[in-house]
């Protein structure tokens, strides 16, 4: 006579762990601190101040760069078909170009990192008051300053990025411990 067949009886470490196997797929992958749960990441870019090797060549990646120290450096917001860097290179004079498509339907979350006590103050269409001489940003400000600890991303005004109507001129100014800016760009759920 043959002996019955015994089936172990699974532990509670076990069963956990075939359940967790089999929720997996539907699990959405969390994202940075400071970007709320659920958004889907669609395009990033880096604003860095610029490093000592930089010979005004874009390479291969979503990079603007701007000066360490930058005062009033530009950067144009254009409309277009995509999210593209257009032209990286904001330094020594030049105009860098970044390309958007309908950014009233985005969230964009941005963060600094790199040297404690780094700066970056962008204004968005810059404007001055002929009666106070006060510099205004019509469309927005975003105002890092790198401290210590972990860096979180902070929403920016989706303003700064919407140029479907009419481009729109960014003015930076750095200190000269800025070193990098994040950008994220995120599909509302």
Same mark, same amino acid.
């Given at each position: 006579?043959?002996?019955? *067949? ?8 076990? *069963?956990?762990?075939?359940? /967790? *196997? ?16 659920? #958004? ?14 930089? +010979? ?16 009033? #450096? ?6 277009? !078909? ?16 970044? /390309? ?26 810059? *404007?001055?008051?002929? +009666?106070?001489? #006060? ?5 927005? +400000? ?5 401290? /210590?600890?972990? !860096? ?6 989706? !303003?700064?990025? %919407?140029? !479907? ?5 960014? +003015?930076? %100014? ?16």
């Amino acid at each position: 006579m043959r002996a019955p *067949l015994r089936i172990p009886i699974p532990t509670r470490t076990t *069963l956990a762990l075939l359940a /967790s *196997l089999l929720v997996l797929p539907g699990i959405a992958r969390a994202n940075p601190p400071g970007i709320p749960a659920g #958004e889907k990441l669609v395009w990033k870019f880096n604003l860095i101040g610029k490093p000592r090797d930089f +010979t005004g060549d874009c390479g291969s990646g979503n990079r603007l760069f701007v000066n360490r120290d930058a005062k009033n #450096e530009q950067i144009f917001v254009v409309n277009g !078909s995509t999210w593209a860097i257009v032209d990286c290179n904001a330094t020594g004079g030049g105009h860098a170009i970044i /390309s958007t498509n309908q950014a009233a339907t985005y969230d964009i979350f941005v963060r600094i990192l790199g040297k404690p006590g780094g700066n970056v103050f962008i204004c968005a269409d810059t *404007l001055t008051d002929p +009666t106070t001489q #006060e510099t205004l940003c019509l469309l927005g +400000t975003i105002d890092l300053t790198r401290g /210590s600890g972990q !860096s979180k991303f902070q929403i920016a005004p989706t !303003s700064m990025f %919407d140029a !479907s109507n009419i481009d729109i001129l960014w +003015t930076v %100014d750095t200190t000269p411990d800025f070193r990098i800016a994040q950008f994220r760009v995120y599909q509302r759920p």
